[in-house]
């Protein structure tokens, strides 16, 4: 008798919070058809946390246990035989994993411990699919050339725009064209935050509220004072425009200083205040910036209410593009990285 066997894709997870929780939850939703189209079985072995310690099997966690255990007690339970205690760069190494997903929170000020498990990743022959934008924003070059040396992948689509095709658009789609410049408005938190506050809430309810929903990072200052949209602005320059910037490098303004009445006043002038960002080419150098911006009502961007988020490319051969990502949720976030763990399966589909 023959037995046909499909392959499996493991994954080492490192971070559980909003995001790894999504993921995991789309992944067990997929599975089937993921080994009905590509035929490979994607298990994760291990889940590594920074608080909650690590999940290990060879053989593939119990993702619905682990899920049930944060919903219920917030932590995963002590008698889960899966249950390892040792350091996230252990948990790496231990996987024996073919891809690490890297999910952990983001240190914008020097995207750390997140560029360390990456290193640690390629080091062992793992792909690397990460929504943490530090390592994107800070050392995406260098990384990236690590990766290539050994012919691995370094997927990042969640870094901006969530799962909408940003990176993978200008990557696949624009063949022969140069990105000039950009401009967008990519954190849902400010945003938010400015239109709950235009309807008459104050800050720390409508800040509140988007921490509930899951969008606002754990450290709020990280959105307030435009260090989100900063990371995001640096890791944009990086890939799309060829850049080599860091976060330290882009111009930057919060909103902690826009009032109710700061609104009022561009309502009154026929506009609103939005968060913007800019990637810019001047002279041989590429800028980039954040800073709260009047946008008129005729604007294309006034339109950007809530939790939306938009960014526009300006390219040589195609001209100005908009990729609107409309009314995200934490799903919108687990699809990037579901959608970067595809390109990878379809990559090893393709090479095997
Ligand atoms: N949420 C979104 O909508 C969204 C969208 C795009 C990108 N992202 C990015 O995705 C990443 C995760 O976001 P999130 O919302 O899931 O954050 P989160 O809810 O705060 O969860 C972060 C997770 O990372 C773990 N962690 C932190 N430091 C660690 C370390 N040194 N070693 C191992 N685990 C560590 C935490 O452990 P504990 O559980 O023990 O605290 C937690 O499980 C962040 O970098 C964020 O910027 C998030």
Same mark, same amino acid.
């Given at each position: 008798?023959?037995?046909?066997?499909?392959?499996?894709?493991?994954?080492?997870?490192?971070? %559980?919070?909003?995001?790894?929780?999504?993921?995991?939850?789309?992944?067990?939703?997929?599975?089937?058809?993921?080994?009905?189209?590509?035929?490979?079985?994607?298990?994760?072995?291990?889940?590594?946390?920074?608080?909650?310690?690590?999940?290990? /099997?060879?053989?593939?966690?119990?993702?619905?246990?682990?899920?049930? =255990?944060?919903?219920?007690?917030?932590?995963?339970?002590?008698?889960?035989?899966?249950?390892?205690?040792?350091?996230?760069?252990?948990?790496?190494?231990?996987?024996?994993?073919?891809?690490?997903?890297?999910?952990? &929170?983001?240190?914008?000020? /020097?995207?750390?411990?997140?560029?360390?498990?990456?290193?640690?990743?390629?080091?062992?022959?793992?792909?690397? *699919?990460?929504?943490?934008?530090?390592?994107?924003?800070?050392?995406?070059?260098?990384?990236?050339?690590?990766?290539?040396?050994?012919?691995?992948?370094?997927?990042?689509? &969640?870094?901006?725009?969530?799962?909408? $095709?940003?990176?993978?658009?200008?990557?696949?789609?624009? $063949?022969?064209? =140069?990105?000039?410049?950009?401009?967008?408005?990519?954190? +849902?938190? &400010?945003?938010? *935050?400015?239109?709950?506050?235009?309807?008459?809430?104050?800050?720390?309810?409508?800040?509140?509220?988007?921490?509930?929903?899951? %969008?606002?990072?754990?450290?709020?200052?990280? /959105?307030?004072?435009?260090? /989100?949209?900063?990371?995001?602005?640096?890791?944009?320059?990086?890939?799309?425009?060829?850049?080599?910037?860091?976060?330290?490098? *882009?111009?930057?303004?919060?909103?902690?200083?826009?009032?109710?009445?700061?609104?009022?006043?561009?309502?009154?002038?026929?506009?609103?205040?939005?968060?913007?960002?800019?990637?810019?080419? =001047?002279?041989? +150098?590429?800028?980039?910036?954040?800073?709260?911006?009047?946008?008129?009502?005729?604007? *294309?961007?006034?339109?950007?209410?809530?939790?939306?988020?938009?960014?526009?490319?300006? &390219?040589?051969?195609?001209?100005?593009?908009?990729?609107? =990502?409309?009314?995200?949720?934490?799903?919108?976030?687990?699809?990037?990285?579901?959608?970067?763990?595809?390109?990878?399966?379809?990559?090893?589909?393709?090479?095997?």
């Amino acid at each position: 008798m023959v037995y046909l066997m499909c392959k499996k894709l493991s994954i080492c997870m490192i971070g %559980f919070g909003n995001a790894g929780r999504a993921f995991c939850k789309m992944l067990l939703g997929q599975q089937a058809k993921i080994k009905n189209a590509y035929d490979y079985e994607v298990i994760v072995n291990t889940i590594s946390t920074r608080s909650k310690g690590t999940l290990y /099997d060879p053989e593939g966690v119990d993702i619905g246990r682990a899920l049930r =255990e944060i919903e219920d007690f917030g932590r995963f339970s002590e008698d889960n035989p899966q249950l390892i205690q040792i350091s996230s760069q252990e948990a790496i190494k231990n996987s024996k994993a073919q891809v690490l997903i890297e999910l952990s &929170t983001l240190s914008i000020k /020097d995207g750390q411990p997140a560029i360390s498990h990456i290193e640690a990743a390629i080091e062992n022959a793992m792909h690397v *699919i990460t929504a943490n934008k530090g390592p994107i924003a800070w050392d995406y070059k260098r990384l990236k050339g690590l990766a290539d040396e050994k012919g691995l992948s370094l997927l990042y689509e &969640t870094v901006v725009l969530d799962g909408a $095709p940003v990176f993978n658009m200008v990557r696949d789609n624009l $063949p022969g064209c =140069e990105v000039l410049a950009f401009k967008g408005i990519v954190n +849902s938190t &400010t945003n938010f *935050i400015m239109e709950e506050m235009e309807s008459g809430s104050d800050f720390d309810t409508a800040l509140k509220e988007a921490q509930i929903r899951g %969008f606002a990072e754990s450290d709020p200052s990280l /959105d307030i004072d435009g260090w /989100d949209a900063v990371g995001k602005t640096a890791a944009l320059i990086n890939v799309i425009m060829d850049g080599s910037v860091t976060p330290m490098d *882009i111009e930057r303004t919060g909103i902690s200083h826009i009032t109710a009445q700061d609104l009022k006043d561009a309502k009154a002038k026929g506009g609103k205040i939005k968060l913007l960002c800019e990637g810019y080419r =001047e002279g041989n +150098s590429i800028k980039g910036k954040v800073y709260p911006g009047f946008v008129s009502n005729n604007d *294309i961007f006034s339109n950007v209410d809530s939790t939306t988020s938009m960014l526009s490319i300006t &390219t040589d051969l195609m001209g100005e593009i908009c990729i609107v =990502e409309r009314n995200p949720e934490i799903e919108q976030t687990a699809y990037g990285v579901f959608s970067d763990m595809l390109t990878l399966v379809k990559r090893l589909v393709k090479n095997k």
